[in-house]
Every structure is written in structure tokens, then in C-alpha cells.
């Protein structure tokens, strides 16, 4: 709630009724209205760079997952994952990282995907405690109260066909079950805070173009929030569920920009560029901002990645740091 500023001096009586009267309409605001993050210390926390540990004469390498202050400062490394393949958080700061090629699985063709969640410590912990055979995620999703993920996933023992399908699954790895069915291939997709509904992209057919499409989480159809000629991807609900960040990226000019629109798909508005990044945006937890990784001039004329801050609206673009390398899969948490 912002802060109220007067300017004249109030008996302390007057003080403590004003103050109690401002604290009965946040109670009925809290309830009347969506759920939404207070502001707080938040990070953004992302990927960058290599680790290698050795066990005898066999050794592993290993993304870095990492955190920052949206200033730039207090850099920390969180944990270590292999091959990380993307990141979400819950409104408490836990980080859910989908990881592939674990436990000893490398380059065998059987390799087989987890999800590792870390919690504001650096401790983390795997959803599934046994190797799904057969199921190979590439994207991941959980609710604002950490109790349930989507990943986007083929599962041919499952679903039967070798397309990409959604999964839902509770954070102890209990629970799977299959949720979108149909022609096409479904991934990135990203659940509302309440867990209520999930966005994702889907492509159709010999398309190479996905839009994104959103469903409640209970089942039913899908509905169709964009159709154009670029590629709809990385779609993300803010913190209140009202609108939708997204990348979309123009395949022929290999440039990226990052759009907001509103949850029922009207309102489309280009926010920001990255350009030759992979766009891949994420709102703070007050929703007024989001992260990104996008191209910075290098002074030979060439470009590298940096991790910037944008407002969700629109303007106030600000570079958080470049010291990193070839940072990716920025998500903006409640950090402590």
C-alpha cells in the first residue's frame, strides 16, 4: 500500500484512529481484490557460466545459478545444476530449476529430466525421487505457493504420440497427470499465482510459429490469446493474474522483443527490445517491472548479453549488469 504523506501535524489520538481506519480498508482491499506481492528485498535470479567437479578421473560440469539485486549488487551463487533448462520461483523465493542429462545420464540417449527446488538458503531438494523413463521435460512452471508445477513435456508412454504436452505434478512429485491433449506441440508454459490457470505456447502442424494459448488448470479447451506473424514464447502471468508478459520472436530477422498483453489476450503492447537475445521476461513481485537478458554494445563493435530491468509498462530500461556470462533464464523474486 503506498505511503500516505501529510503536510500538517495530527494529535496522536487522530494518528492512531487514522491509522487503524487505513488498516480496515487494506483488510477489505486484500480481500476484494487479487493477490498481489508487497514490496520487499527482491533479486533476480538466473544462470551464468560453468562449474566442473571431479569425483577421481570423472568429472562434470555444471550451470551456475546465481542472484543479484536489481541495482546490480551483492552478486551470490545459489546452487549448481546440470544443464539447467529453466527457472521459475514461488512467492516465498523458493526457485524451481528443470534440469536434464542427471544422475550419471550425460550422453546417453535415455537421459531423463528432475526438478530441483531451492530455497532461499541454497538448499535444494528434487521433486521426483525416482527416473520417469521416457519423460523428457523442456519447460517448467509452478504456483505462487509452491504446491504445484506444470512442465511442458514428451511422454510417449503417456500421451502415445511424440508431441509435447503439458503435465501437472504436486512439488513432492506425486500426482502427475496429463493436461492438454490434441494436435500440436505445447510448451513454456507458466501457472497464474493461485495456480488457477496456466499460458502457454503451442505450435500446430509443420509451424514453426507459436502463439500462446491459455486453460484452467481444473481441464477443459484451451483458448487462443495471439496470432501473428512472429513467435509467441516464454509467456508469464503477473503477480495479480491480470496481464501476460511474453517474448516474441522474428524468426527472419533474428531479433527479440518483449510484449505484455491481458490475460484474456486484448491489449497487445511491445514493452521492450532484446535483440538478437532469445527474449524470456519475468515481472518483479510488485508487477510494476520485469527482467530480461538482452544485448549489450561491446566497444569492439561486437554485442554480448547482459541482464537489464524494464517497467512493465513500458520506459524506465535499466542495465543490471553485464559482468556476467551469457546469463539466461532470469526470474525476479522475494528474496531475504
Request: aromatic share 6%; glycine share 12%; proline share 6%.
Given at each position: 500500500?503506498?505511503?500516505?504523506?501529510?503536510?500538517?501535524?495530527?494529535?496522536?489520538?487522530?494518528v492512531v484512529a487514522a491509522l487503524l481506519a487505513l488498516a480496515a480498508l487494506a483488510g477489505i482491499a486484500a480481500t476484494a481484490a487479487p493477490a498481489q506481492a508487497a514490496d520487499g528485498p527482491t533479486r533476480i535470479v538466473f544462470t551464468s557460466g560453468k562449474a566442473e567437479r571431479c569425483r577421481g578421473d570423472a568429472c562434470n560440469r555444471f550451470d551456475v545459478v546465481r542472484s543479484?539485486?536489481?541495482?546490480?549488487?551483492?552478486?551470490?551463487?545459489?546452487?549448481?545444476?546440470?544443464?539447467?533448462?529453466?527457472?521459475?520461483?514461488?512467492?516465498?523465493?523458493?526457485?524451481?530449476?528443470?534440469?536434464?542429462?542427471?544422475?550419471?545420464?550425460?550422453?546417453?540417449?535415455?537421459?531423463?529430466?528432475?526438478?530441483?527446488?531451492?530455497?532461499?538458503?541454497?538448499?535444494?531438494?528434487?521433486?521426483?525421487?525416482?527416473?520417469?523413463?521416457?519423460?523428457?521435460?523442456?519447460?517448467?512452471?509452478?504456483?505462487?505457493?509452491?504446491?504445484?508445477?506444470?512442465?511442458?513435456?514428451?511422454?510417449?508412454?503417456?500421451?502415445?504420440?511424440?508431441?509435447?504436452?503439458?503435465?501437472?505434478?504436486?512439488?513432492?512429485?506425486?500426482?502427475?497427470?496429463?493436461?492438454?491433449?490434441?494436435?500440436?506441440?505445447?510448451?513454456?508454459?507458466?501457472?497464474?499465482?493461485?495456480?488457477?490457470?496456466?499460458?502457454?505456447?503451442?505450435?500446430?502442424?509443420?509451424?514453426?510459429?507459436?502463439?500462446?494459448?491459455?486453460?484452467?488448470?481444473?481441464?477443459?479447451?484451451?483458448?487462443?490469446?495471439?496470432?501473428?506473424?512472429?513467435?509467441?514464447?516464454?509467456?508469464?502471468?503477473?503477480?495479480?493474474?491480470?496481464?501476460?508478459?511474453?517474448?516474441?520472436?522474428?524468426?527472419?530477422?533474428?531479433?527479440?522483443?518483449?510484449?505484455?498483453?491481458?490475460?484474456?489476450?486484448?491489449?497487445?503492447?511491445?514493452?521492450?527490445?532484446?535483440?538478437?537475445?532469445?527474449?524470456?521476461?519475468?515481472?518483479?513481485?510488485?508487477?510494476?517491472?520485469?527482467?530480461?537478458?538482452?544485448?549489450?554494445?561491446?566497444?569492439?563493435?561486437?554485442?554480448?548479453?547482459?541482464?537489464?530491468?524494464?517497467?512493465?509498462?513500458?520506459?524506465?530500461?535499466?542495465?543490471?549488469?553485464?559482468?556476467?556470462?551469457?546469463?539466461?533464464?532470469?526470474?525476479?523474486?522475494?528474496?531475504?
Amino acid at each position: 500500500m503506498p505511503t500516505v504523506k501529510t503536510q500538517f501535524a495530527l494529535a496522536p489520538k487522530l494518528v492512531v484512529a487514522a491509522l487503524l481506519a487505513l488498516a480496515a480498508l487494506a483488510g477489505i482491499a486484500a480481500t476484494a481484490a487479487p493477490a498481489q506481492a508487497a514490496d520487499g528485498p527482491t533479486r533476480i535470479v538466473f544462470t551464468s557460466g560453468k562449474a566442473e567437479r571431479c569425483r577421481g578421473d570423472a568429472c562434470n560440469r555444471f550451470d551456475v545459478v546465481r542472484s543479484i539485486t536489481p541495482h546490480g549488487r551483492g552478486a551470490r551463487q545459489l546452487a549448481l545444476i546440470s544443464s539447467a533448462v529453466e527457472t521459475t520461483s514461488t512467492d516465498s523465493g523458493t526457485i524451481a530449476v528443470l534440469s536434464k542429462n542427471v544422475a550419471g545420464g550425460g550422453s546417453n540417449s535415455n537421459a531423463f529430466t528432475n526438478v530441483y527446488l531451492i530455497d532461499p538458503s541454497g538448499k535444494r531438494k528434487a521433486v521426483f525421487r525416482e527416473r520417469i523413463e521416457g519423460f523428457k521435460a523442456t519447460g517448467l512452471g509452478i504456483s505462487g505457493n509452491g504446491r504445484l508445477l506444470v512442465l511442458s513435456a514428451r511422454y510417449s508412454e503417456l500421451t502415445g504420440t511424440g508431441l509435447s504436452k503439458l503435465f501437472l505434478v504436486r512439488r513432492d512429485g506425486t500426482g502427475l497427470r496429463q493436461l492438454t491433449t490434441g494436435p500440436g506441440n505445447d510448451e513454456t508454459p507458466a501457472l497464474s499465482a493461485d495456480g488457477k490457470r496456466v499460458v502457454f505456447s503451442r505450435t500446430i502442424g509443420s509451424s514453426r510459429k507459436p502463439d500462446l494459448y491459455s486453460m484452467p488448470t481444473s481441464g477443459g479447451e484451451a483458448v487462443q490469446l495471439t496470432e501473428n506473424g512472429l513467435r509467441d514464447v516464454n509467456p508469464v502471468f503477473s503477480p495479480d493474474g491480470r496481464h501476460i508478459a511474453f517474448g516474441q520472436y522474428n524468426q527472419r530477422t533474428h531479433r527479440g522483443t518483449i510484449a505484455t498483453i491481458r490475460a484474456d489476450g486484448s491489449g497487445l503492447r511491445t514493452v521492450t527490445s532484446t535483440e538478437g537475445e532469445y527474449p524470456d521476461p519475468d515481472y518483479s513481485p510488485n508487477g510494476r517491472n520485469l527482467a530480461f537478458v538482452g544485448e549489450v554494445p561491446h566497444e569492439r563493435g561486437l554485442y554480448e548479453s547482459a541482464l537489464y530491468t524494464v517497467g512493465s509498462s513500458g520506459g524506465g530500461r535499466s542495465l543490471v549488469s553485464s559482468a556476467f556470462e551469457y546469463p539466461e533464464l532470469p526470474q525476479w523474486t522475494m528474496r531475504p
